[in-house]
């Protein structure tokens, strides 16, 4: 025990010493040791008077402190310098995920992309249309078509989905009981079922299914149809909100396809129940279903969709618009875009007074 403590002190004070006093200091207690041998006049001799191999070890450390210290330095600077390259290596890496992970990566050959400018002045934004039969893209702004942003209300689509397949709501009895807190729109102050929770974008009957569900069990369904980033670490009812779940305009315009072809092999009923949840218009055969979509940060309208698809006698288009802007922005405006694209291009002409569903 006080041998430990004389090689520790020996090492604080080797610290504290430049480099060319080590040989000194051992020189020094090499001296003192040698005078404690000699009549004792003083008691400070007397106190370094240990065994001959204590000392021998002590002068051991010492007449070793300067290699051993060089060569700790040497390693130190060399793993540090190993470490600071790897880190400098790696943050271009790291800055391609997150933007990899922000960015779709779409690469389809039936692509054609036009100009559609003049239907967005105001906004920055995006438009994907998807030909069924033709099996073609036609995109508006390649870039934006391939950013992913929070999807807002019109996940509530497959959040419907989702609760039908893990039987929390059924065909038959979807009716969720009002929780009693007022809201700021009269609709959304009664008890609700999956129609009118849908048609009046009622956000606190989906944030109801999400915790039924579970968010295991909705991690799960997400990853099973690829939608988005697949993040729900924004936490249960909140991530679909402008927060951590983001999917592009591309990937909601082929999400909605899969959807309608039900190639994600859910049970056909509940895909239909949905289908018809979503159905905003009807006329001569054609039928016009879709969800819109606003985000809010700090009371600002910043992002805004319109997702759905067109069903004519011979064929289906899916369509999806998204617009951004500082704050005015929201659901109501990315249809209104939209369904004066789709009227110039002769897909549907709408007859909707406005569209109330942009929550």
Known sequence: MRLDREIACDIAVLNSLDEHCYAEYGNAIINFVDRASQPRNFVLANQLNSSKEQIKKRIEKIASF??????LKLKSIAIFMLVGVFVVSQAPLVSVMVDDNNCYDFKNERTAYED?????VGFE????????????????NENKSK?????????KIFSALFGLESNVITNGNSTIKWNGIKYPYVSWNMNQNLSTAMKNSVTWYFQDLDKRINLDKMQAYLNQIGYGNCNLSGGIGQYWIESSLKVSPVEQVQLLKAFYTNQFGFEEKNVRTV????????????RLSGKTGTGSVNNKNINGWFIGYVEIKDNT?????NIQNEGNTNGSKAAEITLSILRDKGIYYSYLPGNKNSI
């Open 66 to 71: 300067t290699t051993e210290s060089k060569l």
């Open 116 to 120: 559609l400018s003049e239907y967005f």
């Open 125 to 140: 934004g995006s438009f994907v249309l998807y030909n069924l039969k033709a099996n073609q893209y036609s995109i508006y």
């Open 147 to 155: 950013l992913r942003v929070s999807p807002d209300s019109t996940y």
């Open 275 to 286: 289908k018809d949840a979503i159905i905003l218009e009807e006329k001569d055969g054609v």
């Open 317 to 321: 288009y899916f369509f999806v618009t």
